[in-house]
């Protein structure tokens, strides 16, 4: 823009503010969903992101095909990487591997996003890049959200503000109890020349040598390239994905890393509230996050869309009170709640095993078992398949009862 251009927004923005039914922070999976709900049922909504495009943060891009259908939208190769048809946990020391079945996909996620994003647009929602939000203040019946776009001021009047602004969330921070809110540290290589002997599959190593209370992951995107990362609880997770990646020469000889980027994601589980009068938080600003897999986008997109939905409606009838809003949490925990919370007790039974008990589980239990398991389907199943291994099925039925 142009320093006249410049001067004349920044004048425009000090003069008079624009004033919207709902405003939207963050177009990551929550954000885009949750604008385009709103904006398709008529409220005059903004999303606002700092980037200059959606999908900067790192992810392995991982989903399963139910997150596309709640997404709303065909998976095309405009934003699909690789279809996968399952994915293979290995065992600590990698003598045993559990096959998993389980279609899904590994997206190009920054195209997902920009595709979703202008669904939302095409619905009317009006879309601000490079607009970053540094301050959000209600007063008795609206929010006043005002930040920069480059260095030109800017403010926005709403009757809703919704949170979908990751794990640094201002919102959150700002207006939410997020006590007892923790996060381990994910570092990513995007790489090329991999020799993935199934690149049909993801590939998912345990143990606590290798990542203490976290896993490696190698998702294949395709033709050598794979998004190859580890979550951990600590600090030295890119000393632990090298030693990885040194010894699996078989795979990784030739390889090259095109980017390494690190984030962190939550894993305490959901905040306890997440609508307060005016405002809703969503996606990994409310700890959406199922815990042992440290899939956030499924549940983002889930979240936005109720989201979305709710605050419409809201809008519409003129009441914007943290028991009206209400009715996004209560369909959220329906719909997720229950798996992230016993995922969670997944997550903190996984920590307590040794690796000698890690390689013995992933010997006796079925694929889908697991997968339920880390899901939060129903840890309790997965009890019944240790009978041949009694003293360790005392051991998971202890820590997943106690824990
Ligand atoms: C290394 C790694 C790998 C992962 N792999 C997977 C995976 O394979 N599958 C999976 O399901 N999940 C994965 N996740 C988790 C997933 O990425 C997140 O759970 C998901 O993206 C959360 O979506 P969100 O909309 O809540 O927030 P985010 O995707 O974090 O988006 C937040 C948006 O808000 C914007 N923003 C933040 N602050 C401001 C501000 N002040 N003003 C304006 N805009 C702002 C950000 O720029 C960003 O675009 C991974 C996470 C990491 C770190």
């Not at 946990?89 to 591997?97: G, Q, T, V």
């Not at 490696?216 to 609880?233: S, T």
């Not at 809008?315 to 369909?331: C, P, V």
């Not at 006796?364 to 009694?390: C, F, K, W």
Request: glycine fraction near 8%.
């Amino acid at each position: 823009m142009s320093a006249r251009g410049q001067r004349s927004e920044h004048k425009r923005s000090n003069k008079e503010m624009d004033d919207y039914d709902i405003a939207v922070i963050g177009a990551g999976p929550s954000g885009v969903m949750a604008a385009w709900k709103a904006a398709s049922a008529g409220s005059r909504t903004i999303l606002l992101e700092k980037e200059e495009n959606p999908g900067h943060k790192v992810c392995a891009e991982g989903v399963l095909d139910s997150a596309l259908t709640d997404a709303e939208i065909d998976p095309t190769n405009d934003f699909v990487s690789s279809k996968i048809v399952g994915a293979v946990l290995y065992a600590p020391d990698e003598s045993k591997k559990v096959d998993v079945k389980g279609a899904g996909f590994v997206l190009d996620k920054p195209r997902f996003l920009s595709i979703l994003a202008e669904r939302a647009k095409s619905s009317g929602a009006e879309i601000r890049y490079g607009a970053t939000v540094d301050d959000i203040r209600r007063d008795s019946e609206t929010v006043l959200v005002s930040g920069r776009k480059g260095n030109v001021p800017y403010a926005v009047r709403c009757k809703i503000v919704v949170g979908c602004d990751g794990v640094a969330s201002l919102l959150a921070r700002r207006f939410f109890n997020r006590d007892n809110y923790s996060v381990v540290a994910a570092l990513q290589y995007d790489m090329l020349n991999c020799k993935i002997h199934d690149e049909s599959r993801l590939h998912i190593y345990v143990g606590h040598h290798k990542a203490p209370s976290g896993y490696i992951w190698i998702f294949p995107k395709g033709h050598g390239e794979a998004n190859v990362g580890i979550g951990v609880k600590g600090s030295n997770a890119k000393q632990l994905l090298d030693n990885f990646v040194r010894t699996h020469p078989e795979m990784f000889s030739e390889a090259v890393i095109q980017k390494s980027l690190a984030a962190p994601v939550p894993v305490s589980g959901e905040v306890t509230r997440y609508v307060q009068d005016n405002m809703m938080l969503c996606g990994d600003a409310a700890g959406q996050v199922i815990p042992l897999t440290g899939a956030g986008i499924h549940t983002g997109i889930a979240a936005g869309k109720i989201a979305g939905e709710v605050a419409a409606k809201a809008i519409a009838e003129g009441n914007f009170s943290a028991s009206r809003l209400k009715e996004y949490q209560d369909r959220f925990d329906a719909y997720f709640g229950g798996r992230i919370s016993n995922s969670l007790k997944a997550l903190e039974s996984f920590e307590k095993f040794s690796d000698d008990d890690l390689n013995i589980i992933t010997e006796y239990l079925e694929g889908q078992d697991l997968v339920d398991m880390a899901n939060g389907y129903s840890p309790t199943r997965a009890i019944s398949l240790l009978v041949r291994h009694p003293l360790l099925a005392m051991k998971v039925a202890y820590q997943l009862l106690t824990s």
